[in-house]
């Protein structure tokens, strides 16, 4: 038996609770300063408030001022922050984790650099360590809905850091029969696509909101989605490949971002500005939750834009990227580019 | 103006006289001998009762017997042929089609060769043309279903071929603003995509049976789907790559493996295995309906088995394929192989 202390209480670190607790593990879990309401419902009856699910009796919570009691004698970090509390959980978590402890984040995302670059947070959080501090980071892709996690639905993600070894033992900490995990030592890779598909998830359902706008037309409007979606599966491909991952990866963004695109908030946003809503009428709808997508949509486009002015890419390779940078950043009404899709591909080119 | 020839009246080589139509062009549809029905209706007032939609009056209808007539002065023949068809189409229409006159098709599969190598249905016909006949053969790949073609759907698909120029100016007889086009040379990469695609929609769908059969339990179920999904679309890039496709086409596989899972008789078959069904359930309850999902799947999984003799590749590299074949020859129940999806990949066995 092992002890884990997951930090930050949202939907998915609640979630990974399920498969911690049943394989028998002492499990803490730490509410962020903005966590305090979810930490006294759990406290009270198990209940969590934004995931609705009933957690298991026996996990112990905790709130934030009490991050250094959950710490002790710990096995295993789990960061559930959102990519808004990258910087916070840097600065005020992982300077007080136990010397020798590891950690593994769930927060997907990347941060464009001023020369164009882009880093995983793994990356980021290793190049920015506080003097002094030093700090095992491994993180979790892959398409997993914290309900359906929950649930019990069968989930199929993977795990990536440097040390596969030490990833195998923290593998079978979580690993149940729902619960399917692949490792890889390509963190870059696996990190770069499940950020990726925040952004194409909102792309993708663009489509899905201009059908709904059209309204009960008796036309099932599976092409123009599946349209935006391989759109999406190519310019991803390509991401990976300019970041530096390994193409192998592209299974997890298609992966993610056919989970993403069945529902969730990347998928709200893309269908609202799909309806005709403004990205401003569309944030102001949906207030109140992280929109991951708008912020990787927007620096993935932003470094594409400062890779394209050094000659390293084409903006043209990435027309849907482009455009929903027009949306996000220009306020531009949706207006879908579908020509400038059109490639075309010849074997000198590719290989 | 040109003259274009659809050979077989199908839904799909049905719903592409949408755009040729609307581009000025003389369309000309010819039943196969098993579509009489068909153009018997579209005869009398254009209804097509398969695709359930009316075609642009003015289209020219032939039965199977008045196929040297269609033939006449076309500059473009369309093999609309079912999988079912394609030694027919080989025999019977192929040596008809006027010398120089190039044709394009849309039918999806690949054929498994006594030792393992899987050919394209383009590559077949160029391999067993009967002797003294030329035959230039294009190909159309990529996420479009029929109707939603026929109802203007935006659709985003690609075609291929040797002869980039010749095929950019077949492109130019179909493009309109909401039939997007790109061009590949790669006929192999592009059209087992889109083969393997349905073999992957049954294996994908059988997540959506699976929960179906459950009931109202609560739960969405979108975790299960996007595993199966996931596991697709690594599988067939692992395939893509193994007849020598380039990968850049899992763009392909996975947008058509998407808009496949959304509807069509590839899911349904899948679905129904999910639901408990056996295959020869499955089969009648979906009589008189071609499962070309069926056969490229047993196909596939018979070459991967064929291949994994020959020691050049490993059958566990494909558990859901194999699953499928379990399914699909030994009548097995679904029992998904979860675990077996769990790999560790690191940076020397990919590079």
Not at 57 to 73: H, M, N, P, R
């Amino acid at each position: 038996m092992s002890t884990v202390t997951l930090v930050c209480s949202g939907q998915m670190a609640s979630a990974l609770t399920f498969p911690l607790f049943e394989n028998g593990h002492e499990v803490r879990l730490v509410g962020s300063p903005l966590d305090d309401e979810i930490i006294t419902s759990l406290r009270e009856n198990n209940y969590h408030p934004t995931l609705t699910r009933t957690l298991h009796d026996g996990i112990k919570y905790y709130t934030s001022d009490q991050l250094e009691e959950a710490l002790e004698d710990t096995d295993l970090v789990v960061c559930g922050t959102s990519s808004f509390g990258v910087d916070w959980f840097l600065e005020n978590v992982i300077p007080k984790i136990p010397d020798g402890v590891p950690m593994i984040s769930v927060t997907k995302g990347m941060i464009g650099k001023e020369d164009g670059t882009m880093v995983t947070y793994p990356e980021y959080w290793k190049e920015n360590l506080p003097e002094g501090v030093e700090q095992e980071i491994f993180a979790i892709g892959g398409p997993c809905t914290a309900r359906d996690l929950s649930d019990h639905d069968v989930s199929f993600v993977a795990y990536c850091g440097d040390d596969l070894e030490k990833l195998a033992k923290i593998k079978d900490l979580f690993s149940t029969d729902y619960y399917i995990i692949s490792l890889t030592d390509d963190t870059v890779g696996l990190e770069s696509a499940v950020a990726l598909k925040n952004g194409y998830a909102l792309g993708t359902a663009m489509a899905i909101g201009i059908a709904e706008e059209l309204g009960d037309d008796g036309i099932a409007h599976v092409n123009s989605k599946s349209a935006l979606f391989q759109q999406s599966v190519d310019e991803m491909a390509k991401l990976i490949e300019l970041v530096g991952g390994r193409p192998e990866n592209i299974m997890y963004a298609a992966g993610d971002l056919d989970v993403t695109v069945a529902g969730g908030r990347s998928r709200s946003v893309g269908e609202l500005l799909g309806r005709g809503y403004s990205i401003d009428e569309a944030e102001e709808k949906l207030a109140g939750q992280t929109l991951e997508a708008v912020v990787i949509a927007k620096r993935t486009a932003e470094a594409v834009k400062k890779l394209a002015e050094r000659g390293i890419v084409d903006e043209k390779e990435f027309p849907l990227l482009m455009h929903m940078n027009e949306i996000l950043v220009d306020k531009k009404p949706v207006n879908i580019p579908w020509k400038a899709f059109e490639t075309v591909r010849k074997e000198e080119e590719n290989v």
